[in-house]
C-alpha cells in the first residue's frame, strides 16, 4: 500500500545508543536466570523510541544497560561511537548525566525543595549556586512548574512531581532521557500532559527519548520507533509505522489489536452465539491496512471485481505520525473461489487479511496492552536510584 503520507522522523538520526548482542543474566549455577537475551537495537538521534511488553519482559532490564545501571553479562553498550559497557563507577558518573532517567515513582528527596532537588545532580559541579537556581528555574520554566520552585515533593500532585522529576533530569543536558514507566502512576488526562511535555522537549531540544510503557496507546500518540519485548528478547522493531504494517510477531499483534480495541471485536466473534453463523461459514477476517486509499473503497471493489460481499462487523481507525492506521473485522460471502480472489486482491493492494480463527487476544483489557496491570517489577524497586 502507498506509504507516500509517512511523516516519521524514525531512522532520520546518526546512531545515538547502539545496543549489541546484550545479554544480562541474574543470580548463579541452577538459580541462573537470563533477564535480557541477545538484544541488538540502535537508538537513533531525534527519536522517542517506545519498548513495550508484558511484566517481566526484560524492559527495565534492557534500558538500565544504556546508562549502565545494569552491567551487561556480555554484548556491546556504545554511547555516541564509545563503549561504555566497561567504564569504572566513576567514569560513568558525568555520563548518566547525559543518558539521564526518570521513572514510575518520581524519586524525589522529600526533604528538600522543588528548586533544591533539581539542583541536586550539580552538587559536585564547579557551577556556583546561584548559577545553579538559576539553571534549575529556568527548567522548572521549561517543564511548566515554576511557581512550585518552593513548594516541597509531598504538596505536588503526581504530574507536578514528574515535571519536576524531568526537570531535574534536565539539569545535566543530557542528550538521551530513559523513562521508565514515567507515566504509569498518572491518571490518562495527566499522562496526555506529560507526554506531550516529552514531545515538546523532543522537538525543541532535540531530546533523544526512550520510553518504556504497558500502553500501546502511549506507543500511538509519541513514538515513532517500537521494540516488543518478550521473555528477555526483542521480537519485533523498527518505526512504528513498519512495525503496524508489518508485525512479524503474535504478540506484536495481540498489542496492536488490543490497542485499536478490536480485541473485543475478535472476541465476541469468536465465541458469541450471535455470530455463529459467521463463523461456522468460515469466512470473517480481520483486514488491516497501513496508509491511505485502498480501504476506502475496499468492500466496493470486492463486490464489483469478484461479486464477494463484505459486511463489517467492526472497525477501528488511528492516525499515526499522519497516516491512517485501520482495522475492520469482516464476514465475507460469495463462492469460495471468490474470495479467495478478493483476498489476493486485497493482499496486492497491501491489505493483511488474517482469519478470525488465527487471532489471539488477550480477553481481560479493553483499552490497554495485555500487561497495563502488571506494573510489578518496578513495584518491587527497580526504580530505587
Ligand atoms: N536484580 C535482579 N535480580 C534477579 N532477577 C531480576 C533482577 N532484576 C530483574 N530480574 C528479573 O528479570 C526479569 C526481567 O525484569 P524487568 O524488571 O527487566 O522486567 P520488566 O519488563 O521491566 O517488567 P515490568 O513491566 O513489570 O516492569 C524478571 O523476571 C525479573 O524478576
Ligand atoms: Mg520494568
New binding site residues.
Partial sequence: MSLDTRTTTAGAGAPLIDLDHIVVE??HGRNR?R??DDVSLTIRKGSIYGII??????????VRTMNVLQRPTSGTVTFNGADIGALSESRLLPLRRKIAMIFQHFNLMPSRTVLDNVTLPLIHEKISKRDARAKAMHLLELVGIADKAKAYPRQLSGGQQQRVAIARALIGDPEVLLC??ATSALDPRTTRSILALLKDLNERLGLTIVL?T?QMQVVKDICTDLAV?SH?RVVDSGSILDVFDHPSSELTREFIYTSGNMNKGITLMQTHPLFAREREAGHVYLLSSVGSGAEETLMADAHDRFGVTGNIMFGNVDVIHNTPVGMILVSLDGPDAAIDNALAYFKSVGVGATPLAELHVNESEENETP?AD?????ERG?DNE
Avoid: P, R
Wanted: no cysteine.
Fill in positions: 541474574f543470580g536466570f533477564a535480557v511488553g508484558f511484566s517481566g519482559a526484560g524492559k527495565s532490564t534492557l521508565d514507566e518504556i504497558h519485548m528477555g500487561a502488571a506494573a510489578t517489577a518496578s527497580d
